[in-house]
DNA sequence: TATTGAAATGCAAATGTTTGCATAATTTTT
DNA sequence: AAAAATTATGCAAACATTTGCATTTCAATA
């Protein structure tokens, strides 16, 4: 009901054929100069708007390609936004945005609408509690390849660029032990996050390296709002054995526990010494950031996760040649 | 070249008709249940996709939403799209994002994808360089309602949600004033953007109301990076009228601001003062956040918008009675 | 002038789905 | 058992555009 101009108005107008209007838009050669120039006219002139319709019907490549991302109030999700951006903008490709803050069936439904417009690819970080594949099975299943970044699927097979969380971990415990730190505790993620299971191992590999007993006493998990993080840290100054380092899941995760230090009077970063995951330019803002942040290289990422979807989109890459990457991370001392 | 299943292949599989699948597959109470039942299951069977050509062929709605923001890694408008998000989910829609970064073309290329996509409304807030609206134009003359908000067009009609920016600059001024600040400097917004203006007009009116008098000396421009905001504030602390109070764009910028004053050893907020726009979280992660800030209630100005979007697409208000709102500001003291 | 060749344009089929109308099958009523 | 009412299904047109093939138009050549 919306505007009911169409080709076939542009022809009656000019008592031309339905195709010579077509051929005309198209700039097709085989339509001589004056008519060619005659249609384009009249098609401004009547604000003419092409239907997708026959897009979709002749399953031509719309150009578009979707991204999914847990959250957009996290710098790093932005900043890979930003670099696939600029990566598909040069292959005239346009990129728009979705995010699942963490749900499910926000992402369910996210996934139906990239199927609906008939995205010619999609790249994906992982909603928190994703349990079942079978969206992106169907996605996949249609021929619009897939490849999932940062926070990919655990056993789902898939294209995968990740970062090295686990290396990551064991650098940044190795940090803390040089500062004569001995109670390293974690302020962890979810547990449902292949992230957070990571972080865990990492954790405790870099104990065991630097010969620091573990204790579980000194490993919380937090749902990484700001709220439950700091009941967290609460939790860990009240107890007993307090940490005199914190490990925080990312940046925010530590900007927040250090706030709950920052109410009971302690300086962060001398009693007790933070790290965390991320490297944000945010941190940088702050008098007190993080000691030292694990830098996961969102630029990097995004380019990786970018440049592979497209070789599956011009079939340099088969689809279901499933391909992983890990993107080195590098502990950076503030 | 994706799938080629469609109604047909099903029709044949089950030997029915092809709007005997249509009907089965739309609940149509006209197909009996062994039928229906049939077709579902052969559906998923076969992964049947439908395919959105006859939806843009018969003109149906699409249920979807657009957003355009000039940024995502600005808190404010990801606490638009949120809600904004939470509002049209309720009503079955769904909401893509799309991101200009300040560039007027990338905006065009987004208004297109809008119009092929057929997107029920879009909710927009501006480029900083937009010079011209003739996209907008054309979207609107389509039948596709626009909402602007926050940075909104100065003189294009249309559609408008915005806060008192004016005001909330008299109320900061005030501020300042009763902290006995004299050299009152403002770090502006880049001169093309509405809001650079307003903030200037409510500027200057705040410091005739107090009986400060201006200085063309304290009144710079940025364009809202960190870099060009810290050389402006660069400039402010070598030249010989020194301010005793920064009055900032956005939190950013005063946050950025503050970062001189830290490398040159002035502690923040005492010889200077700071003040800013936004009031946005993050500040609240800084152990010397602005004194205060104008808070601009993102959420309402998301919540306005949407219901006033929802209103024109639900023919409760005609597209073309442009409606304009001035959201409250609120200077919150830290 | 007739013939050839090229350039410009038109016809009609094809694409996937919906839907009003028609028909067929089944059940209910007389 | 026949007629009427109800239920289930099918036919075919409609939607906007593209495109292979056919046709027309015109200019250039023989």
Request: proline residues 14%; charged residues 25%; without cysteine.
């Given at each position: 009901m919306k505007s009911e101009i169409n080709i076939k108005s542009i022809a009656e107008a000019l008592s031309v054929s339905i195709s010579t209007v077509s051929r005309a838009l198209q700039n097709n050669?085989?339509?001589g100069l004056k008519t060619r120039e005659l249609v384009l006219e009249k098609a401004k002139e009547l604000k003419y708007v092409p239907n997708p319709a026959s897009m979709f019907l002749k399953g031509k490549k719309m150009f578009v390609i979707g991204i999914i991302v847990p959250?957009?109030?996290?710098e790093f999700f932005t900043k890979v936004i930003n670099t696939v951006e600029d990566f598909f903008e040069k292959q005239g490709y346009q990129v728009f945005v979705f995010q699942t803050r963490n749900d499910m069936k926000r992402q369910d439904n996210a996934l139906e609408l990239m199927l609906k417009y008939r995205v010619d690819g999609l790249l994906v970080s992982l909603a928190?509690?994703?349990?079942?594949y079978s969206k992106f099975k169907k996605v996949e299943d249609f021929g619009i390849p897939v490849v999932f970044f940062?926070?990919?699927?655990?056993?789902?097979?898939s294209h995968k660029i990740k970062c090295d969380i686990q290396k990551g971990a064991v650098d940044a415990i190795g940090f803390l032990k040089d500062l004569n730190c001995k109670r390293i505790a974690l302020i962890n993620?979810?547990?449902?996050?292949d992230a957070s299971d990571e972080r865990l191992n990492g954790y405790l590999l870099g104990l065991q390296k630097n010969n620091i007993r573990s204790s579980q006493s000194l490993i919380k998990s937090c749902d990484l709002t700001k709220k439950s993080a700091m009941a967290v840290m609460e939790e860990f100054l009240s107890?007993?054995?307090?940490?005199?380092?914190i490990f925080g899941f990312n940046d925010y995760v530590a900007l927040y526990a250090m706030l709950v230090c920052k109410k009971r009077g302690i300086v962060p970063n001398q009693e007790i010494k933070f790290v965390s995951y991320g490297n944000l330019?945010?941190?940088?803002?702050?008098?007190?950031?993080?000691?030292?942040s694990v830098e996961q290289f969102p630029d990097k990422t995004g380019m990786e996760a970018a440049q592979l979807l497209l070789s599956i989109i011009d079939n340099?890459?088969?689809?279901?040649d499933y391909r992983e990457m890990i993107i080195e991370t590098k502990l950076v001392v503030h």
């Open positions: 050669p085989k339509i959250a957009l109030d996290e928190g509690n994703t349990t079942d940062d926070r990919v699927p655990r056993s789902y097979k993620g979810p547990s449902n996050l107890q007993e054995n307090v940490p005199d380092a330019p945010i941190t940088s803002l702050m008098s007190n950031p993080p000691l030292a340099k890459v088969e689809i279901d």
